[in-house]
């Protein structure tokens, strides 16, 4: 599953102060020099073999898209990933950076991160030749040799691969000078990941400026041809193309990657939470019965004929859905001075009043979008209901709502008025009723929050079983 497209600053330790400084020092201490391709397959099966998860906080993917990507990195290919938004393609990309060797040496001051066994700038070869042994090491961490894109329709060919740079020519260099040319974010990747984000929002003319890097490995720049055995792995993301109406990847160029791989959205219902859980930032307790009907409502509305599925319903309408619960809890708790802010089910609510915009529903459905999205929840619910309360006896609440008893809940009522107004239940053999903390118990309910919401959660699905029935009005939920 794919998360924000942003990429987080990285923070890391320096380097051990011991690594050798120079070329000469290098050497001594019996380094060898790997092509990036075989640095990240040796890596790669390093981990496999001794049992290292190489794709941690990547969920659903195990048995479909994972062995096909480590197919393709074994084999050395080029990737692009497609798939309907929000379904962990950028997050897939950023793992490769696991793969990398955590620290690796470069020629300092190099402006394209070469190895100090291996120079391919003029500048660098030229720097190699002067200083031989006295050639100055730096070291580089894993993180900074991946470089991400979000590709744009006006990103030009200066951005990927280079221009001339004016200030140097003004220097008193000549055009023809291979050292006046400013190197783009491709070169500037040499021994490194290069991911592209919506590769195909590119320009034609820019995705034809990759063709000669991708293959040729060499760069034009304003008539010249510079000569970079770049190790670059380049690897991208799409939508399908019978979705996107925005561009296409060109064929010369979806050629030239070695491996297309389609992404999908989680199969099991345990991955899909698993998604909410790692990804969501809740400022609330959301218990997992909640989260499950979240998952179930995302999982619905993929399957749903009102929504257009081309365009997909992302990870991102369930994790906002449970940022959006939690927060109307913790709304509730700061008004209601409770001590724990806890979800209930008439929390979700509010998922469904501001997620709307995130689904793109066919057009005969305009006017209807409200509806659609109150039936999936409640059929999420109610789906929920059936698998945590089976076999649980329920009579004697229904009953007690039967002879006129009411429960009133709502975004205001606080979880220790909900239970303080709860009506006494039908006495057993021993002389009391259990069925509340038997509906707790089915939920591993323990504070005030979890029981109210455990309970609530039962009476929903009564309601929706047609059992007893509710009123909604003003804030404030009757059921009676």
């Known amino acids: 599953m794919g998360s924000v497209t942003s990429v987080t600053p990285t923070t890391y330790d320096a380097p051990p102060s011991d690594r050798p400084s120079t070329l000469g020092e290098l050497r001594a201490a019996g380094h060898h020099h790997k092509p990036l391709r075989t640095e990240m397959r040796d890596n790669l099966l390093a981990m496999l073999a001794g049992g290292t998860d190489p794709w941690p906080g990547l969920h659903g993917f195990d048995g479909t898209v994972i062995p096909q990507v480590e197919r393709a990195l074994i084999a050395g290919h080029d990737i692009v990933l497609l798939g309907e938004r929000g379904q962990g393609k950028t997050r897939l990309l950023r793992s490769l950076i696991g793969l990398l060797d955590e620290w690796t040496p470069v020629i300092a001051g190099s402006e394209l991160g070469e190895h100090p066994f291996d120079p391919i700038s003029p500048a660098s070869r030229r720097r190699a030749a002067e200083l031989g042994d006295e050639l100055p090491v730096a070291w580089r961490h894993r993180d900074e040799r991946y ?60 995705q034809v400026a990759m063709l000669n890097v991708m293959e040729e490995r060499d760069i ?106 939690a927060a109307a809890a913790l709304h509730r708790a700061t008004i209601g001075g409770e001590q724990e802010a806890v979800a209930r089910v008439v929390d979700l609510e509010t998922a469904v009043d501001v997620l709307g915009g995130k689904v793109e529903f066919e057009s005969g459905e305009e006017g209807r979008e409200r509806d659609v999205l109150t039936h999936l929840l409640r059929q999420a619910t109610a789906a929920v209901v059936r698998e945590r309360f089976r076999g649980l006896d329920l009579a004697d609440l229904v009953g007690v709502l039967e002879e006129g008893a009411l429960v009133t809940t709502g975004e205001r009522v606080t979880a220790g008025a909900f239970l303080a107004d709860l009506p006494g239940l039908p006495p057993n053999q021993q002389g009391e009723s259990d069925l509340y903390d038997q509906i707790a118990t089915r939920l591993d309910a323990a504070s005030e929050g979890e029981r109210a919401g455990a309970i609530e959660l039962a009476l929903e699905g009564l309601y929706l079983a047609r059992k007893i029935g509710k009123d909604s009005a003003d804030g404030e939920t009757v059921y009676g």
């Open 220 to 325: 034009q720049i304003r008539g010249y041809i510079l000569r970079l055995p770049l190790d670059v792995l380049m690897v991208a993301s799409a939508n399908p193309e019978d979705y996107t109406n925005r561009g296409r990847i060109i064929t010369p160029l979806k050629d030239r990657f070695g491996a297309e791989i389609r992404t999908h959205y989680p199969v099991e219902l345990a991955d899909e939470v698993a998604v909410i859980r790692q990804e969501a930032h809740l400022v609330a307790q959301v218990p997992d019965a909640l989260v499950e009907i979240l998952a179930r409502f995302t999982r619905g509305l993929r399957e749903s004929t009102a929504v257009d599925q081309r365009s997909g319903v992302s990870a991102r309408f369930s994790i906002a859905g449970a940022e959006t619960v």
């Open 147 to 206: 470089a991400e894109k979000l590709a744009t329709p006006d990103t030009s060919v200066a951005d990927l691969i280079g221009d001339v740079d004016p200030i140097k020519v003004a220097e008193g260099r000549s055009l023809g000078d291979p050292e006046t040319i400013h190197f783009g974010l491709i070169p500037r990747a040499h021994r490194g990941i290069v991911a592209i984000n919506e590769l195909p929002d590119l320009a034609e003319r820019i």
